[in-house]
């Protein structure tokens, strides 16, 4: 589980390393890093506003995504073959999961540009 001290601690540290890098490379970081870097208000809309899933696809986390869809689609089917409850009782858990995720948008999505930014600096 994220730990907003540890995720700020670690982009603290990467900030600073940022800094110690030269004028071009530094210049060249933050134009990779502008192309991938993820807003975390994005995240949260996508996941407020869709129970599919969207928001784990803008973080490029696919398998998430499609277990959003699958759970959706089987709780759909569920509905239509009579099984009130046992689709009731899925779409209760998924929500409970990415209303969880809603809270914690920011520092999911915090420490995902961290991983990104600690990808990039590799290069360096």
């Keep these: 589980m994220l730990k907003q001290e540890e995720v700020d601690a670690e982009e603290e540290l ?3 390393t940022i ?3 030269s004028d071009d490379q530094r210049a060249e970081f933050y134009r990779q890093a502008g192309k991938a870097v993820k807003d ?3 995240y949260a809309a996508l996941n407020w506003f869709f129970i ?3 928001h784990h ?3 490029g986390r696919w398998q998430w995504g499609l277990v959003d869809i699958g759970a959706l689609l089987v709780a759909i089917w569920c509905f239509l073959a009579g099984l009130i409850w046992a689709g009731v009782g899925l779409l209760v ?3 409970s999961w990415e ?3 809603l809270f914690r948008s920011q520092i999911i999505v915090q420490d995902w540009n961290n991983r990104l930014y600690r990808d990039l600096l590799r290069r360096y």
Excluded: A, H, N, S
């Design 14 to 16: 990467l900030r600073k």
């Design 19 to 21: 800094r110690e890098l």
């Design 40 to 42: 975390p208000d994005t």
């Design 52 to 54: 599919t899933g969207l």
């Design 57 to 59: 696809f803008y973080l």
């Design 93 to 95: 858990i998924v929500y």
């Design 99 to 101: 209303l969880w995720q």
